[in-house]
């Protein structure tokens, strides 16, 4: 049970495949959410989104981004920063947390906004998870 409603869990992938393929229009919905579908995500968060014209236009946009080609060219992104992560680590190892944060924003921000965070205490890093966390206490009310 979810709450008040009954849920089935599959571990079978021939089982899913079949489920999907014959009955995808059934099966391909979420639960309800109220608070974190519409509360907190105003309703724009692909992974709890309700089976809609809007999930199938955001899932179009995602993977025309995320596809097997088009992820390809983000490896050199992704080897910088993982230099520079090993590198971070070496020279500080007590600040494994920061170094992480570091990587994910700046392989982020490079394929999004064309810019990289070369170190952990830059100014840009800090605002982001400054504004993230307060925004995460207001959505939390």
């Not at 050199?76 to 993982?82: I, K, R, S």
Request: with cysteine.
């Amino acid at each position: 049970m979810l709450g008040t409603k009954p849920a089935v869990v599959l571990s079978s992938d021939v089982a899913i495949k079949e489920l999907l393929d014959k009955k995808g229009s059934m099966y391909s919905d979420r639960p309800e959410m109220f608070i974190s579908q519409e509360v907190a995500s105003g309703g724009q968060r692909l992974v709890i989104m309700r089976y809609n014209e809007t999930w199938r236009l955001i899932r179009k946009l995602v993977h025309n981004i995320l596809n097997i080609k088009v992820a390809a060219k983000y490896i050199p992104y992704q080897d910088l920063e993982n230099k520079v992560l090993l590198e971070g680590l070496l020279d500080a190892p007590d600040a494994l947390f920061q170094h992480f944060r570091r990587f994910s924003f700046s392989v982020s921000t490079q394929l999004i906004f064309g810019f990289r965070c070369p170190d952990f205490n830059d100014a840009t890093l800090a605002r982001f998870f400054y504004v993230g966390r307060y925004f995460h206490l207001l959505t939390a009310q």
